[in-house]
């Protein structure tokens, strides 16, 4: 099965939760849902957050000039 972006899922979740704030829609919301879970079990690690760590001798401060 294919690795799928985190930013799909974000979107999926959005979508999920769109049919969450519509109470008559809850069909849909257990659909998207069971959808969401699948495409977390596929989802690549986003490993955007720890670039900087990786990358830098060290983390840097606000007071370094």
């Not at 979740?13 to 969450?20: C, F, R, S, T």
């Not at 879970?37 to 007071?63: C, G």
Request: no cysteine; glycine share 2%.
């Amino acid at each position: 099965m294919e690795v799928i972006p985190s930013a799909n899922v974000g979107l999926k979740i959005n979508e999920w939760h769109m049919y969450i704030n519509r109470f008559d829609d809850v069909r849909n919301a257990e659909k998207v849902k069971a959808e969401v879970e699948q495409m977390i079990d596929v989802m690549e690690e986003n490993k955007s957050r720890f670039t900087h760590i990786l990358s830098a001798d060290r983390v840097q401060t606000p007071y370094d000039a």
